[in-house]
């Protein structure tokens, strides 16, 4: 009992950079450390990416098999977080392409039409989203996209990669990658306006932007 207290002691006193030392000599012990550490965050980006609770909690597991396998390649070039993040995005798109889910068209050059309101940069801030909604009206909402619309809208104005990241880890062109991140917004930008016409379940009070701040913190 003396041991198991002295062990769980010098657990709780490591920092993150002793477990990864640690981890990448094969204990046991850090990999744990460093799961509980970061289980939550990986579990919020998994389910926001697939919007399934069932799905998200596969996909955590099999990020964390990958951090296992793969630890040893990790050189401190940026940090660990970050690296774990660009892991298990890379697990999760992997995911999307093998259950083949059907592709919203990607077209080079988008510009809103008419109908759909003034016209604005493509990549910009969307003003339009920010207004009189509540997180859970926003978390909803982003459910709703289309698979790759809500991909590129998670990874850019939630997860903030740049437009050539994001096209790297999708195979797609900067272009395409726009494209689809402003129809995003304009198709959340409708959403968020059916919640506030009255048919939305509870009452928000939050700007939009400041629900998208406080998701990304989870």
Same mark, same amino acid.
């Given at each position: 009992?003396?041991?198991?207290?002295?062990? @769980?002691?010098?657990?709780?006193?490591?920092?993150?950079?002793?477990?990864?030392?640690?981890?990448? +000599?094969?204990?046991?012990?850090?990999?744990?450390?460093?799961?509980?550490?970061?289980? $939550?965050?990986?579990?919020?980006?998994?389910? $926001?990416?697939?919007?399934?609770?069932?799905?998200?909690? %596969?996909?955590? &597991?099999? @990020?964390?098999? &990958?951090?296992?396998?793969?630890?040893?390649?990790?050189?401190?070039?940026? @940090?660990?977080?970050?690296?774990?993040? !660009?892991?298990?995005?890379?697990?999760?798109?992997?995911?999307?392409?093998?259950?083949?889910?059907?592709?919203?068209?990607?077209?080079?050059? *988008?510009?809103?039409? &008419?109908?759909?309101?003034?016209? !604005?940069?493509?990549?910009?801030?969307?003003?339009? /989203?920010?207004?009189?909604?509540?997180?859970?009206?926003?978390?909803? #909402?982003?459910?709703?996209?289309?698979?790759?619309? +809500?991909?590129?809208?998670? /990874?850019? %104005?939630?997860?903030?990669?740049?437009?050539?990241?994001?096209? *790297?880890?999708?195979?797609?062109?900067?272009?395409?990658?726009?494209? &689809?991140?402003?129809?995003?917004?304009?198709?959340?930008? %409708?959403?968020?306006?059916?919640?506030?016409?009255?048919? +939305?379940?509870?009452?928000?009070?939050? %700007? #939009?932007?400041? @629900?998208?701040?406080?998701? $990304?913190?989870?």
């Amino acid at each position: 009992m003396i041991i198991l207290n002295q062990q @769980a002691a010098a657990t709780e006193s490591w920092s993150e950079a002793e477990a990864i030392a640690l981890a990448k +000599r094969g204990s046991a012990e850090a990999f744990e450390f460093l799961y509980h550490l970061h289980k $939550r965050r990986v579990y919020s980006l998994c389910l $926001r990416m697939t919007g399934n609770t069932a799905e998200a909690e %596969d996909l955590a &597991q099999e @990020a964390f098999l &990958q951090l296992f396998r793969k630890i040893g390649t990790f050189r401190g070039e940026s @940090a660990f977080s970050t690296w774990l993040h !660009r892991l298990s995005v890379n697990v999760v798109l992997m995911h999307l392409r093998r259950k083949n889910l059907p592709e919203t068209p990607l077209e080079e050059c *988008t510009e809103p039409s &008419q109908e759909d309101g003034p016209r !604005r940069e493509i990549g910009a801030r969307d003003q339009n /989203l920010a207004g009189s909604i509540d997180r859970v009206n926003l978390e909803r #909402a982003i459910e709703r996209l289309p698979p790759g619309y +809500r991909t590129i809208f998670i /990874l850019h %104005d939630m997860e903030g990669y740049e437009h050539n990241e994001i096209a *790297t880890m999708m195979s797609c062109s900067i272009g395409n990658s726009k494209s &689809q991140l402003h129809k995003a917004r304009m198709k959340l930008r %409708d959403l968020l306006q059916l919640a506030r016409s009255g048919r +939305r379940v509870g009452s928000g009070g939050a %700007d #939009a932007e400041v @629900a998208i701040e406080a998701i $990304r913190e989870v």
